[in-house]
């Protein structure tokens, strides 16, 4: 499998991200069950890990046996960030400990207006 170079829609500094895949092979859904992925987020892709975000997350359950896999940035780790563009990516590391970037590409952050939770 190869990756996929995409650039995300933008996101807003200081929400909650959801990222959904869905994961297939030469067409046919695969089962995700206990891969993990990881999304990280670097102003220069030379920097060390973690960058200026990462998250990790294991599918399982039937959303997993779909292929279905939700990456979750929560306000937290968002919130730090500045207001820019980034490089990121996206890597599947399956069962058998095979590691491959599915998606790389630029997201642009920006200023989220409200500041305060209400």
Avoid at 78 to 94: C, P
Avoid at 100 to 116: E, F, M, N
Wanted: net charge negative; glycine share 6%.
């Amino acid at each position: 499998m190869s990756f996929t170079a995409k650039d995300l829609n933008p996101l807003v500094r200081g929400d909650d991200w959801t990222i959904k895949l869905v994961v297939s092979s030469d067409g046919a859904i695969t089962n995700v069950t206990n891969y993990t992925y990881t999304l990280t987020l670097k102003s220069n892709v030379d920097d060390p890990d973690p960058g200026d975000l990462q998250v990790s997350v294991v599918p399982t359950g039937p959303d997993a046996l779909l292929g279905v896999v939700y990456l979750n940035a929560p306000k937290a780790l968002t919130t730090v960030l500045e207001a820019r563009t980034y490089n990121y990516d996206i890597q599947q590391v399956d069962d058998s400990g095979n590691v491959q970037t599915l998606l790389i590409g630029k997201v642009k952050v920006v200023k989220d207006i409200t500041r305060t939770v209400i």
